[in-house]
């Protein structure tokens, strides 16, 4: 089975600051990674995702993650944010059998 | 603007009551999932539907039951629920079972008193 580690519940940063949200993965077959955000009182959308090919992602909103296999981290960073980015992100891992597994958030609340 | 409609957004139902919460999507997907999202969590599977076959999580309770009309309605009927069953129920849809980039509706917040 599969299961995510999102260490940080809550990460506090200033506008235009730059951010990165952690998550760590445990898996003994290869996986597929996937990072998703819900706003206030809404479902989750995809941000981006790891399926194969360049470890670097890029995503909606001017989002990017990197996979590293070594550190089994599936980190998502944004160089900028905005205010509009506070939100709730989930990081996600699959072996593309039959469930998908959420880590239990971070809270990213932009600070004007 | 979702391509998952969720109806109603908000129910509140007493613990005799029968109601229903329903999903549409209309982007041709072969696979539609049910989720239980309580307050500060992540979301947990409750049943998939693909292809008509119904693949239930062992640990959901009786008291709610899905039906699948046809492939773009996903509904859930909701029987004698317990207060700890209110939360945000989520419906998803994907390309394909087994394909796991997930298209998700806004929700339905569910209150039980």
């Known amino acids: 089975a599969q299961s995510v580690t999102q260490l940080d519940s809550q990460v506090p940063v200033f506008e235009e600051a730059p951010v990165e949200l952690r998550c760590n993965y445990s898996?003994?077959?290869?996986?597929?990674l996937f990072w998703y955000v819900q706003y206030p009182n809404q479902g989750l959308q995809l941000l981006l995702k790891y399926l194969s090919g360049s470890t670097l992602v890029k995503g909606i909103n001017g989002f990017e993650a990197e996979f590293n296999k070594s550190q089994t981290s599936f980190h998502l960073r944004k160089p900028s944010v905005h205010i509009s980015d506070t939100a709730e992100y989930f990081c996600a891992v699959t072996s593309g059998a039959n469930n998908l597994f959420f880590g239990t958030g971070t809270r990213l609340t932009v600070i004007p | 603007d979702t391509e998952v409609t969720q109806t109603p957004k908000h129910l509140v139902m007493g613990m005799t009551n029968k109601k229903s919460l329903k999903c549409e999507q209309h982007?041709?997907?072969?696979?539609m999932y049910w989720y239980k999202q309580k307050a500060k969590k992540p979301p947990e599977l409750m049943f998939v539907?693909?292809?008509?076959?119904?693949?239930i999580n062992e640990s959901v309770p009786s008291r709610f039951s899905p039906e699948c009309p046809n492939s773009s309605l996903l509904n859930l009927h909701l029987h004698a629920l317990q207060p700890e069953d209110s939360a945000l129920y989520l419906c998803a849809s994907s390309q394909d079972r087994g394909v796991w980039e997930l298209f998700f509706g806004e929700g339905s917040r569910l209150t039980v008193l």
């Open positions: 898996s003994s077959v290869s996986v597929y």
């Open positions: 982007m041709g997907h072969r696979a």
């Open positions: 539907y693909s292809y008509e076959k119904l693949s």
